[in-house]
Each structure stands twice: as structure tokens, then as C-alpha cells.
């Protein structure tokens, strides 16, 4: 079978490899498309800390069971499934406490360990989810991000109501504000200096989009949520100057949850922090019951996938599909890799 392999920064080589055999509580999937994310971006760029070379990547993933183990009992082949990419040890304290996703020794597929950019991957029947029948690969890709959307949200506690807003409308900031929306907000606002990027989110059906360039977001706060602002601000952008505007932004008392990943260590004013007796909450991936969660917004049609799609590209232009982000980044939203 075909197999990606990234062997350095910004280098892909192509090798054939054999089919993965499986265990007895291993199926072996079909990969059929891959999505690209900004920490494989950061791979491809040789910014990653915790990736070393060669590696193999791919995470984001649709897939078809091609065959079950003989104790697999929940899959069959042909179904659709996705991959919840996390492996973790079962043992520490947070894999013992429901949060294997910040496990003390978790390795990540095309990050820490083997990806699924190759025909045939073997995996635990534990960590695959079954995708709707009528579910489109392009659109299976995608639940692995919408998952961090869902966690996020959750993480904010009741949303049914509530008024959001959401700095960053990169595909995780136009999912998380989607999510948020489905969930039952009452009105979401989403910022972004990109105007293809809003573009998209109102594609979407978010409320209020604003551009800080042009718009003054203090204002519009004011006019879309009156004088009381966000009842919960999200931060999807991972960089001081959005982190500065949610607190600056904030009323007292509100909760922050902070989702983008940040390159350089944030600077944030905790004086304000602690006179607007201020929550701060991290999040870091997600657990396995948000994707089940994720395909029931979709399903629900309480989320809309396939506007965020902006490219495709076959499996041998990997490179390309790389290199295109890079010239094209203002007018790129989720690039998806055709496998199979």
C-alpha cells in the first residue's frame, strides 16, 4: 500500500509498505480522506515542539472498515467510521479520572506516533466511531475537529440562552461558534481580520460577524448583546493581542475558555484577571464522547460542514496541498486530502 512520509520539514517521500496486520481487537480501515490542521502545519514547517522526523501524519480522518478482528463486535466492513487519534497510557491520574486526552503520557497519531496517511491503518476497536451511513468522507474528516468545538463549548458549562463570542473564524473558531449556536446560545458573535473567513461563518448561519479593522467590536458588542456584552468569551486564535481583547472585552465574572494553541508564551494581565474575578479555562482536544456528540449536530442539522471545504487535493500532491496553504492562506479555510 501507499504510504506518506513526512522526512523533514516542508519533504514528503511516497513509499509502498505492507497492509498493517490486526489483532483480535484491531480493524483494519480503508482511509479515504485526511484533513490538513494548523498543528500539521506547524509540522510541515519544522514549528511543531513535540514532533520529531520522519513522520507519518494524519489525524483528521474518514475511513471504511475493510476487516474486523475476531473479537470486534460493534464494526463491520463497509461501515463509515472516524479515528479519535489519542493514545493514551490507561494508568496515570488523568487517564483514571475520565481525561485521557491530557493522559501524562499521550501520544497523538502524525504527531507522537504513526498517522493514517496510507491506504490501510490498523486500529484499536476502541477508538473508532461510527459515522452515518449517508455521511460524506469530506464531512467524516471533519468531526474530529467539530469534537474540539463541542469540547470547548461544554467546557463554558450551560449554553442554552447564553450570549458567545468567539475571537478567531479559522475552521476550530467557525465550528466552535457553530457548535455554540447549535447547542442553543442565544446569539453568537464571531471576530476575525479575514473578511473569506466571515464570509464563510455567515455562510454557516453564525449571527454577528466583525472585522476589528473596520468595526469597532466594544460597539458591536453593545448592539447585538446590550450593555451586559458576552455572557462567555472562546478564544480560538492562540496569540496575546485576542487574549488581551477577551479579558479587556470581558464584564466581571465572566469565563474565558481558551482553545487556540499558543506558539510563543502568552502574557496575560492577571491584574485584570483577578479585579474581574475572571475564569480562565484550557482545553486540549477531547475526549471520545464528543465526537458522538459532534455527529449528532450534525446530524441534527444544527452544524453546516461543507462550506469550511475549500480545497481537495489527490494524495500525491501532499506537498502541494502544503505548499498551497501557504500562498493562499487568506483564502483558505479546511484543505482535505483524497486518499482513496
Known amino acids: 500500500m501507499k504510504q506518506a512520509i513526512m522526512i523533514k520539514p516542508k519533504e514528503i517521500e511516497f513509499k509502498e509498505v505492507p497492509v498493517p496486520k490486526i489483532t483480535q481487537r484491531q480493524v483494519l480501515v480503508k482511509i479515504m480522506r485526511i484533513g490538513i490542521c494548523g498543528s500539521d502545519i506547524h509540522v510541515y514547517h519544522g514549528l511543531h515542539p513535540y514532533t520529531s522526523y520522519p513522520v507519518v501524519q494524519g489525524h483528521e480522518v474518514s475511513c471504511m472498515v475493510e476487516k474486523v478482528g475476531k473479537n470486534v463486535r460493534k464494526f463491520k466492513p463497509g461501515d463509515k467510521v472516524t479515528i ?69 463549548i461544554q467546557k463554558g458549562g450551560e449554553i442554552k440562552g447564553r450570549n458567545i463570542l468567539v475571537f478567531g473564524a479559522g475552521p476550530i473558531g467557525n465550528l466552535t461558534a457553530q457548535v455554540a449556536r447549535g447547542m442553543g446560545a442565544s446569539g453568537v458573535m464571531i471576530v476575525d481580520l479575514n473578511d473569506f473567513r466571515l464570509s464563510i461563518a455567515r455562510q454557516c448561519g453564525i449571527d454577528y460577524t466583525v472585522n476589528p479593522a473596520r468595526q469597532d467590536i466594544s460597539q458591536e458588542l453593545k448592539g447585538a448583546f446590550g450593555p451586559d456584552g458576552a455572557d462567555l468569551i472562546i478564544e480560538c486564535v492562540g496569540v496575546n493581542k485576542t487574549m488581551d481583547m477577551a479579558i479587556e472585552l470581558s464584564r466581571k465574572g465572566t469565563d474565558i475558555v481558551v482553545v487556540g ?79 482513496n
Do not use: W
Open 84 to 152: 479519535e487519534p489519542q493514545v493514551s497510557c490507561g494508568h496515570c491520574y488523568p487517564c483514571t479520572h475520565g481525561l485521557v486526552n491530557i493522559c501524562n503520557e499521550l501520544k497523538v497519531l502524525g504527531f507522537q506516533t504513526t498517522g493514517t496517511a496510507s491506504d490501510y491503518f490498523a486500529v484499536s476497536v476502541d477508538k473508532l466511531v461510527k459515522l452515518p451511513d449517508d455521511m460524506g468522507f469530506n464531512e467524516g474528516a471533519m468531526i474530529e475537529p467539530l469534537a474540539v468545538g463541542v469540547r470547548a
Open 261 to 339: 494553541v499558543f506558539g510563543d508564551k502568552a502574557a496575560i494581565d492577571m491584574g485584570m484577571v483577578q479585579e474581574k474575578e475572571l475564569r480562565l479555562f484550557g482545553i486540549a482536544r477531547y475526549i471520545i464522547e464528543d465526537f458522538q456528540t459532534a455527529i449528532d449536530l450534525v446530524t441534527g442539522g444544527r452544524i453546516k460542514l461543507l462550506p469550511l471545504i475549500s480545497h481537495e487535493f489527490g494524495f500525491y500532491d501532499y506537498a502541494k496541498a502544503y505548499r498551497h496553504i501557504d500562498e493562499k492562506k487568506d483564502q483558505t479555510m479546511k484543505v482535505m486530502i483524497r486518499v
